[in-house]
């Protein structure tokens, strides 16, 4: 459980934090009359009465049904929800080939290529990769300017085959003297002729290093230009989770989440994204895409699409009273009780009103006449 840095409203005023009328309120408040329904059934509940509180009705203790005993506890509550989730790298890029030959070399699935790197090799020459989002549709050379020439320029300098004051003085996008110095050194470094150009087909652009999932093209195939020849994703793993679309409001960039792995094993997460467009899954379900960015990478090395669990926090309150959910009794004029333990085995109903529920812990908070931490409250046997 954690507590939120600033009290709610509700909280300051002492009054219950429940969502009602909300849509996450809703989801929860069907799922709680489906469980005090059963609770009622087995335990002799609530009489019809107008008003439940005015005459002595049978308790669930006295109904013959096996009972238990929970401790009203104070302290600080979250509402959390756990949803099935999936561990994966992020990203998908397409590589197509631009260049005219026969392969001669390919990468094998799963092989990470970074920034400089040989992606395939085209009647043996290279094919780098270098990173960027405008694709290579043309032959480079000085006098050259545009997105594709900035960008180029960009992972000259990263990888220290250019100067950055040369390169910001003659303009990024500007194909320089010193661009075309960068790239000759860069072709030095592969073994191949120092041309000071960039040919279409001698490189390919993705966004990072590529962690390449499936191969399109065929060893001693011809190299077909303008078509994907291979499939990659990027080497960062996050879990995506599809949320219910009612919750959206409540979950933010910046969340944080516990993910409980395949064994069993949980490790800390951030909501680094929430979508904004809806999908309906087969279920007729509308969901909403949550990305989760790992704290720590290493905990779940090895895995790649892996069913996960994330435990998200939608709201909290610092200081709250809590009961176990099949502790509340439903009225049949409304609302709901709790039945308090006293002293010398006496039994009495109160009233409460109902706040925060916690999915994963399944606990809601309340508020009543005369509770405090410490009571006795009645609950079905386990």
């Known amino acids: 459980m954690t507590s939120a840095a600033t ?16 849509p996450g309120w809703r989801r929860r408040y069907r799922l709680l009359i489906g469980l005090l329904v059963l609770v009622l059934v087995a335990g002799g509940g609530a009489v019809a009465v107008t008003d439940p509180f005015a005459a002595v009705r049978p308790s669930a203790a006295g ?23 999936t561990l994966g790298f992020t990203g998908s890029y397409s590589v197509v080939n631009q260049a005219t030959g026969t392969f001669t070399w390919l990468p094998a699935p799963g092989k990470v290529i970074g920034q400089a790197q040989v992606l395939y090799r085209v009647d043996g020459n290279p094919v780098i990769l270098l990173y960027g989002r405008t694709p290579t549709y043309r032959n480079l050379a000085v006098g050259d300017s545009g997105a594709d020439v900035r960008q180029l320029n960009d992972d000259l300098v990263v990888l220290g085959y250019a100067d950055t004051a040369n390169i910001a003085e003659l303009g990024r996008d500007y194909f320089s003297w010193e661009t075309r110095y960068g790239l000759e050194r860069l072709q030095k470094h592969l073994g191949v002729t120092q041309t000071g150009t960039l040919a279409l087909g001698a490189a390919a652009f993705l966004p990072a290093e590529a962690r390449i999932t499936s ?13 994907a020849i291979m499939q990659a994703t990027s080497t960062a793993l996050a879990v995506t989770v599809p949320l219910n679309a009612d919750l959206q409001t409540e979950v ?34 509308a969901t909403i895409s949550v990305q989760v960015t790992l704290s720590d990478p290493a905990a ?41 333990a006293g002293a010398g ?18 606990v809601v908070q309340v508020t009543g006449p005369g509770l405090s931490a410490g009571q006795r409250v009645v609950v079905p046997a386990l």
């Open 63 to 85: 109904s013959g049904a096996a009972t238990s005993l929970a401790t009203l506890t104070s302290g600080p509550l979250s509402s959390q929800t756990q949803v099935n989730a």
């Open 300 to 340: 779940v090395h090895g895995l790649d699409q892996a069913p996960v669990q994330v435990t998200i926090t939608t709201a909290s309150v610092t200081n709250a009273l809590s009961v176990p959910v099949d502790a509340l009794l439903a009225q049949a004029g409304g609302g709901y009780a709790v039945e308090v």
């Open 345 to 362: 085995g006496s039994h009495h109903l109160v009233r409460v009103s109902v706040g925060l529920f916690d999915d994963a812990a399944g």
């Open 252 to 285: 933010k960039a910046g969340d944080n989440v516990t993910i409980t792995l395949p064994d069993g094993a949980t490790t800390p997460g951030v909501v680094s994204s929430v979508g904004t467009v809806a999908t309906v899954n087969s279920s007729g379900t």
């Open 215 to 227: 191969i399109s093209g065929t060893l001693g195939a011809d190299a077909p230009p303008g078509q």
């Open 7 to 22: 009290p709610k409203a509700s909280e300051a005023s002492g009054q219950p934090a429940g969502r009602y009328g909300g």
